[in-house]
C-alpha cells in the first residue's frame, strides 16, 4: 500500500522569504515521487519528479525537492517566494502495483499564501 | 504540441440524471486516467485506461464508467448522480515506453466542474 501526509494544510510567507511545504511517503516498492501545483480553477501542472537518479531534484520556477529515504521524507522548497506562487501544492507518489500497474496516490494539499 | 483538453469546463446536473465528461490526450500519448478532485481535497483515481480497455480502476462505484477511443480521446459517463458527485473532474494523459511500460509522469487537464443539484 503506498500513502502520502502532508503535514500542513496552509502555509504563509511573506515575499521573497523561503518556501517549505513538507510531504512524508509511505509505499511498499521504489517510489515515483512528484511535486504538482494548482492554482485557482486550474489543473495541475507538474512541478519536479523524482525517480532515483538524485536525491535532490530541480524543478520549474525555482523549486526544488529533496528525497530523504531514511526519513521518508520528500519535502518542498524554494529559495524566495514570489506571488505568483500562491497555490495548491500536492505531493504525490507514484508506485508499481501487484497488477503490473502504476498508480497516482495524491496527498490531500498545502496552500501556500504569499503575503506582499 | 497540444495539451491534455477537456469538455465542457462547467455542467450542471440534478439528482438521478447522467453526464458524459470527455478528455482528448496529448499528442503521442496512449493512456487516459481520470481522476475526481472534491472540494478542498486532493485527486482521487477513478480508472485508467489503455488500448481502449480499462487497465486499473480506483475505489468507485459501477455507475462510473469510462470508454477510450481509437484516438486515444476518452470519456468518463457517470450514471444516477448523486450530490456528492459534484466535483472537478480531472482527466490526465501519459505516454507508454517503447517496451510498452508505463511512464509515471501524468499531465493534467483543466477539468471538468460538475455540480449535482
Known amino acids: 500500500a503506498q500513502s502520502v501526509t502532508q503535514l500542513d494544510s496552509h502555509v504563509s510567507v511573506s515575499e521573497g522569504t523561503p518556501v517549505l511545504l513538507r510531504c512524508n511517503y509511505s509505499?511498499?516498492?521504489?517510489?515515483?515521487l512528484f511535486w504538482y501545483v494548482q492554482h485557482p480553477n486550474k489543473g495541475l501542472q507538474l512541478l519536479l519528479k523524482?525517480?532515483?537518479?538524485?536525491?535532490l531534484v530541480k524543478g520549474i520556477n525555482g523549486f526544488e525537492a529533496e528525497f530523504k529515504k531514511s526519513e521518508t521524507s520528500f519535502h518542498l522548497t524554494k529559495p524566495s517566494a514570489h506571488m505568483s506562487d500562491a497555490a495548491e501544492y500536492f505531493c504525490?507518489?507514484?508506485?508499481?502495483?501487484?497488477?503490473?500497474?502504476?498508480?497516482?496516490?495524491f496527498g490531500s494539499g498545502t496552500r501556500l499564501q504569499v503575503q506582499p | 504540441e497540444t495539451g491534455v483538453t477537456q469538455s465542457p469546463t462547467h455542467l450542471i446536473k440534478t439528482r438521478g440524471q447522467q453526464v458524459t465528461l470527455r478528455c482528448s490526450s496529448q499528442?503521442?500519448?496512449?493512456?487516459v486516467s481520470w481522476y475526481q478532485q472534491a472540494l478542498g481535497q486532493g485527486p482521487q483515481f477513478i480508472f485508467q485506461y489503455y488500448r481502449e480497455e480499462e487497465n486499473g480502476r480506483g475505489n468507485f462505484p459501477p455507475r462510473f464508467s469510462g470508454l477510450q477511443f481509437p484516438n486515444y480521446s476518452s470519456e468518463l459517463n457517470v450514471n444516477a448522480l448523486e450530490l456528492d458527485d459534484s466535483a472537478l473532474y480531472l482527466c490526465a494523459s501519459s505516454p507508454r515506453t517503447s517496451g510498452g511500460a508505463l511512464t509515471d509522469t501524468q499531465y493534467f487537464g483543466p477539468g471538468t466542474r460538475l455540480t449535482v443539484l
Open positions: 499528442s503521442g500519448h496512449n493512456t
Open positions: 523524482y525517480t532515483s537518479a538524485a536525491t
Open positions: 504525490v507518489v507514484s508506485s508499481l502495483q501487484d497488477t503490473g500497474r502504476r498508480a497516482l496516490t
Open positions: 509505499s511498499s516498492y521504489s517510489p515515483s
